[in-house]
C-alpha cells in the first residue's frame, strides 16, 4: 500500500509560478511509475503528466506541454511537478498517483490507476 501527499497548492496570478510535491510512504515510489492528474469544477478528471520509475521517460498533456514539467526524486520518494506561465484554466485540484504499470498508459483516459493523493488546490487568479 502506498500513501501520496500533494503539497504546494495556492492562490497565484496569471503568468507565475507554483511546485507541487508528492510525497509518497508505505513503499518505496522507485517501483511505480507517477503521474499528475487536475479536476477543475464541473469537469472530468484529466491528465497532466506522469514519469517513468527512473525519469527517463515523460509525458504531458498538450495543454501544459512547454510551461510544466515533472520530476522525481527517488532517494526523497517524491515526486514534483514544476508549473510555469499560469493560466486561470489551470485552476483545478491537482492529484499525484502512482501506478503499477507502463507510465504511456497513464495517458489513457480512463485507464486505471492503482493509488491516488488527496490532492491538492491550484487556484489562478487572471
Known amino acids: 500500500q502506498v500513501q501520496l501527499v500533494e503539497s504546494g497548492g495556492g492562490l497565484v496570478q496569471a503568468g507565475g509560478s507554483l511546485r507541487l510535491s508528492c510525497a509518497a510512504s508505505?513503499?518505496?515510489?522507485?517501483?511505480?511509475?507517477t503521474g499528475w492528474f487536475r479536476q477543475a469544477p464541473g469537469k472530468e478528471r484529466e491528465f497532466v503528466a506522469a514519469?517513468?520509475?527512473?525519469?527517463?521517460?515523460?509525458y504531458y498533456a498538450d495543454s501544459v506541454k512547454g510551461r510544466f514539467t515533472i520530476s522525481r526524486d527517488n532517494a526523497k520518494n517524491t515526486v514534483y511537478l514544476q508549473m510555469s506561465s499560469l493560466k486561470p484554466e489551470d485552476t483545478a485540484v491537482y492529484y499525484c498517483?502512482?501506478?503499477?504499470?507502463?507510465?504511456?498508459?497513464?495517458?489513457?483516459?480512463?485507464?486505471?490507476?492503482?493509488?491516488w493523493g488527496q490532492g491538492t488546490q491550484v487556484t489562478v487568479s487572471s
Open positions: 498517483a502512482a501506478d503499477n504499470g507502463p507510465v504511456r498508459l497513464m495517458r489513457v483516459t480512463g485507464a486505471p490507476i492503482d493509488y
Open positions: 514519469i517513468s520509475l527512473n525519469g527517463g521517460s515523460t
Open positions: 508505505g513503499h518505496t515510489l522507485s517501483s511505480y511509475a
